[in-house]
């Protein structure tokens, strides 16, 4: 199996009114996060692997016309898990997240991927926040007021 690549996506995935999806990690129960997921090639554009990832883990499609990811042009560099290490090339501890958002409507159906998650949730975004593993994850949900206010 070839390594991972060190560069990813985080789609946060929420409603008009800021309740936002979340998803339990099937790995590593109690691991609650927005949809992520790293490059599938070292060219593939960012907003193509938000697009495949947010459909590949819930089953949303981004259509750029009823549903569109919105590319923050923001990146965090974070130091890999050392428990997720084995899966990236020898030495490799870090990894750039690029942040996506997608607005969604509050029935839109979620269909998980059973090797990837086990639960989903929608939560008010402060406790969406409050349940995230992962402190960019926290970071980048508690935008959203400044950012989406008007949904």
């Known amino acids: 199996m070839p390594h991972k690549i060190p560069e990813s996506v985080l789609v946060v995935i929420h ?3 800021l309740e936002v999806l979340l998803i339990e990690r099937a790995d590593r129960p109690g691991f609650w996060q927005s949809v992520t997921g790293s490059l599938d090639a070292l060219d593939e554009p960012l907003p193509l692997t938000a697009a495949r990832e947010l459909f590949e883990e819930t089953g949303i499609v981004a ?17 890999i898990y050392p428990v997720w290490r084995h899966r990236y090339a020898p030495g490799v501890t870090h990894n750039t ?6 607005c969604v409507p509050r029935e839109v159906p979620i269909v998980l991927s059973p090797r ?15 349940r995230c593993f992962s402190s960019s ?13 008007n949904g």
């Open 15 to 17: 409603t008009a009114d």
């Open 63 to 79: 259509d750029g016309e009823h549903i569109r990811l919105h590319d923050w042009q923001l990146s965090n560099v974070y130091e």
């Open 97 to 102: 997240e690029h942040i996506f958002s997608v």
């Open 116 to 130: 990837e998650h086990v639960r989903h949730a929608w939560l008010p975004y402060l406790e969406a926040a409050d």
């Open 137 to 149: 994850n926290a970071e980048a949900i508690l935008q959203l007021p400044r950012l989406f206010s």
